[in-house]
């Protein structure tokens, strides 16, 4: 079947790999997101899918908007019989979603309807969820509202950040989303319509959400910095300057809310109800470092305060 693929981050990859090894499907371009500045260099670069397909030969397609009407009429030219997309960041509108017989096929990171939007994973590690997975479906003009193929589950480890279970979800998605094509061009499946029973959202999470709230319950806490690790981030600020915060662990002693005790084996900060201890931090300017490396060169006052 001849497809167009449409994805951006790195979680999109691992399908693009799949489908490009496929032998039921030919690859005849790439949509992906404008190349951007990036790194400390500040370099123009090409999105992890664009710069995949640039290896195979593959002509990428990088429109500004999808309402391009240049856009359109390369869509229609390169006749495609399915568009499957991961994570390729930008609403379609109705005359791209009409092009392909087979339309345009969604690999979405939760079990649908579950979390629509943009941040499933991290949503799902916040809320304290045990199972979580991936769904395809056929995309709509809503938001992740169109009827679904098929459904894989995984279950979040007590220890997950948003960027393990992502890893594995894309690579265990893109088996779920390669047979999804197959089946859709076998005409073996039926779209079914979701539900409108359990339906939940996951908007993208912004720097500032990502702050540590120290009054909130450990169990929260880390839940919380799990979900926005690697990317924003947790943070939070001693002295009007940002720390980075890596994932904790909880221990039984408790401590006042953002409170920072310093010990030979450890630096801890208190919670709504037990401590933390903190494993790796970043200061402001600086990189990642050990907690207790990062307290020992701070020479933190007794009474020291995180906010």
């Not at 500040?42 to 429109?63: K, M, N, Y």
Request: aromatic letters at 4%; one cysteine or more; a neutral charge.
């Amino acid at each position: 079947m001849r497809v167009i693929f449409a994805g951006t981050p790195e979680p999109a990859v691992p399908s693009l790999e799949r489908l490009i090894a496929s032998p039921r499907h030919e690859v005849v371009a790439v949509v992906t997101r404008p190349d951007a500045v990036a790194g400390r260099g500040r370099r123009v670069t090409r999105s992890p899918v664009g710069a995949l397909a640039d290896q195979h030969g593959i002509e990428v397609l990088t429109p500004r908007s999808a309402r391009e009407p240049e856009f359109l009429g390369r869509l229609v030219a390169l006749a495609p019989e399915c568009c499957p997309v991961v994570a390729y960041g930008a609403l379609l509108p109705k005359t791209v979603l009409e092009v392909p017989r087979h339309g345009w096929v969604n690999l979405h990171f939760s079990l649908l309807p579950a979390w629509r939007g943009a941040a499933p994973v991290q949503a799902a590690i916040n809320a304290g969820d045990e199972i979580t997975g991936a769904s395809t479906f056929l995309i709509e003009e809503g938001l992740d509202t169109g009827p679904v193929l098929g459904t894989m589950t995984e279950r979040i480890k007590p220890t997950d950040t948003a960027g393990e279970l992502l890893a594995r979800l894309s690579i265990s998605g893109a088996v779920l989303l390669e047979s999804s094509l197959d089946a859709l061009e076998a005409g073996a499946v039926q779209p079914v319509p979701q539900s409108s029973a359990g339906v939940s959202y996951a908007p993208k999470v912004t720097v500032e959400a990502a702050r540590v709230n120290w009054h909130h319950p450990a169990l929260a806490v880390d839940r919380h910095i799990r979900s926005v690790t690697p990317a924003p981030g947790a943070w939070t600020t001693l002295d009007g300057l940002r720390l980075k915060v890596g994932p904790v662990v909880a221990v039984e002693e408790t401590a006042q809310p953002g409170a920072v005790e310093v010990r030979k084996d450890g630096v801890y900060v208190g919670t709504a109800t037990k401590a933390v201890r903190l494993q790796q931090v970043q200061p402001q300017g600086k990189k990642a470092m050990a907690a207790l490396d990062w307290a020992r060169g701070a020479r933190l006052e007794p009474g020291t305060v995180l906010q």
